[in-house]
């Protein structure tokens, strides 16, 4: 995620900034020109300090849900972002503003990332056959919800924006890593995989030369996982155990690894961040001087960014909390990661 600053003053803002902390300036996202702007509120509506321009909050900024804003004079009344709703949770419930302010928070650097990847995005209200829609349910009433994704279809289930909750269940499936960004860059991966490669027989072979064939049949694999689990040396070819249950959950889930990666390299950029530790090996040394989005070669990106997460690893383990990567990325995975940058840049150039 980029850093943004105030066009008032000057002081740096966070994506999820509804104002800015030094000056009070009403702040929000602009998807158009993905950056943030800062404005002076004029009769209810926000004139940009920047260039006058006249914008409107996306209807849900009055649940505290989102910074998106829209040109005042265009007729939407949500951004981008929340037009892919289509179950919210049910806000009669006390708790479940805060949970949908994760989900929410989650989601939106989410739609961010998938536009500056140039991703088709289009919401179901829309387009009804392939669009884009996100239900977030509660269990209660619903037994049988589960998180996934179908034809377009992404279902949250609303226990993951409980932070107690996530943690329970990344202890019983003995998961690393468990966040609801995860879980968005999942699912997503399933619906670009039937949008961009399912349709495609080039792509879809070369697809299956890396992936494996997925015509495996989904519903045994997946029994098989759970009742076997991975072979030992899984680490060799995939990104995690869960990845080896089936071609198309390592799709997904190397397609999410794929977007942690490209995000955090997009931050290091924005910051500044060069490694250069205090060791003879010269592999450790990092130093991203690129926007990743801008880059054709995976291997460039991978390369300035692996010393980087060594380093946020590192001042995890001084603060006591767990490895905030905790994965090794072989060179299997790599070239897994190769296939789907290639991809999208090759898309980009369409
Ligand atoms: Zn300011
Ligand atoms: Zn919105
Ligand atoms: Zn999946």
Same mark, same amino acid.
């Given at each position: 995620?980029?850093?943004?600053?105030?066009? !008032?003053?000057?002081?740096?803002?966070?994506?999820?900034?509804?104002?800015? +902390?030094?000056?009070?300036?009403?702040?929000?996202?602009?998807?158009? %020109?993905? =950056?943030?702007?800062?404005?002076?509120?004029?009769?209810?509506?926000?004139?940009?300090?920047?260039?006058?321009?006249?914008?409107?909050?996306?209807?849900?900024?009055?649940?505290?849900?989102?910074?998106?804003?829209?040109?005042?004079?265009?007729?939407?009344?949500?951004?981008?972002?929340?037009?892919?709703?289509?179950?919210?949770?049910?806000?009669?419930?006390?708790?479940?503003?805060?949970?949908?302010?994760?989900?929410?928070?989650?989601?939106?650097?989410?739609?961010?990332?998938?536009?500056?990847?140039?991703? &088709?995005?289009? &919401?179901?209200?829309?387009?009804? !056959?392939?669009?884009?829609?996100?239900?977030?349910?509660?269990?209660?009433?619903?037994?049988?919800?589960?998180?996934?994704? @179908?034809? =377009?279809?992404?279902?949250?289930?609303?226990?993951?924006?409980?932070?107690?909750?996530?943690?329970?269940?990344?202890?019983?499936?003995?998961?690393?890593?468990?966040?609801?960004?995860?879980?968005?860059?999942?699912?997503?991966?399933?619906?670009?995989?039937?949008?961009?490669?399912? =349709?495609?027989?080039?792509?879809?072979?070369?697809?299956?030369?890396?992936?494996?064939?997925?015509?495996?049949?989904?519903?045994?694999?997946? @029994? @098989?996982?759970?009742?076997?689990?991975?072979?030992?040396?899984?680490?060799?070819?995939?990104?995690?155990?869960?990845?080896?249950?089936?071609?198309?959950?390592?799709?997904? +889930?190397?397609?999410? %690894?794929?977007?942690?990666?490209?995000?955090?390299? +997009?931050?290091?950029?924005?910051?500044?961040?060069?490694? !250069?530790?205090?060791?003879?090996?010269?592999?450790?040394?990092?130093?991203?001087?690129?926007?990743?989005? +801008?880059?054709?070669?995976?291997?460039?990106?991978?390369?300035?960014?692996?010393?980087?997460?060594?380093?946020?690893?590192?001042?995890?383990?001084?603060?006591?909390?767990?490895?905030?990567?905790?994965?090794?990325?072989?060179?299997?995975?790599?070239?897994?990661?190769?296939?789907?940058? !290639?991809?999208?840049?090759?898309?980009?150039?369409?």
């Amino acid at each position: 995620m980029k850093i943004f600053e105030c066009d !008032n003053c000057g002081y740096p803002l966070y994506f999820e900034n509804q104002s800015c +902390e030094k000056c009070s300036h009403l702040s929000g996202y602009s998807d158009l %020109h993905h =950056g943030m702007k800062t404005f002076t509120s004029v009769n209810g509506n926000l004139k940009s300090d920047r260039d006058g321009e006249i914008f409107k909050y996306c209807r849900n900024s009055v649940s505290g849900v989102c910074n998106w804003i829209i040109p005042f004079k265009e007729e939407r009344e949500y951004c981008l972002a929340c037009s892919l709703n289509r179950i919210i949770p049910d806000l009669s419930i006390q708790e479940n503003t805060e949970k949908w302010q994760k989900l929410e928070n989650a989601k939106h650097r989410l739609v961010y990332q998938l536009q500056r990847l140039e991703l &088709p995005i289009s &919401p179901r209200s829309s387009d009804v !056959n392939k669009g884009l829609c996100f239900d977030f349910v509660a269990k209660q009433g619903n037994p049988k919800v589960m998180t996934g994704h @179908n034809n =377009g279809i992404i279902t949250i289930v609303l226990s993951e924006a409980d932070t107690v909750h996530r943690e329970y269940v990344k202890k019983q499936l003995s998961e690393p890593y468990r966040t609801l960004i995860g879980h968005f860059r999942h699912e997503v991966g399933h619906y670009y995989w039937s949008l961009l490669v399912s =349709g495609n027989q080039t792509t879809l072979s070369e697809f299956r030369e890396v992936f494996g064939d997925e015509r495996t049949d989904y519903n045994q694999s997946l @029994n @098989n996982h759970y009742q076997f689990g991975a072979t030992s040396n899984w680490q060799e070819s995939y990104i995690s155990q869960y990845a080896t249950s089936h071609p198309w959950e390592d799709w997904a +889930e190397t397609w999410a %690894h794929y977007l942690h990666i490209m995000d955090m390299t +997009e931050t290091s950029y924005f910051f500044g961040v060069e490694v !250069n530790p205090n060791v003879k090996d010269q592999s450790f040394k990092g130093k991203v001087n690129f926007d990743p989005y +801008e880059i054709m070669d995976f291997n460039k990106i991978y390369k300035e960014w692996a010393p980087i997460s060594l380093v946020i690893n590192s001042l995890n383990r001084s603060m006591g909390v767990p490895d905030m990567y905790p994965f090794v990325v072989s060179q299997n995975v790599i070239q897994k990661m190769n296939f789907i940058h !290639n991809l999208l840049t090759q898309l980009k150039r369409e």
